[in-house]
């Protein structure tokens, strides 16, 4: 989901989906920022 979150090739209602679907699952709040879910996801996967 993650690489999903583009609103410059997404529309910007499905590119919410999944900024509110992963905020959901995770708890974080990080918005429209990849960068910083891509950062959470690495800090964060585990094994």
Known sequence: MIDRINPDEDPLWL???????????????????ATAWRRWWHD???G
């Open 15 to 33: 590119t919410g989906d999944f900024v509110g679907a992963l905020s959901a699952v995770t708890g974080q709040h990080l918005g429209y920022d």
């Open 44 to 46: 964060h996967r585990g």
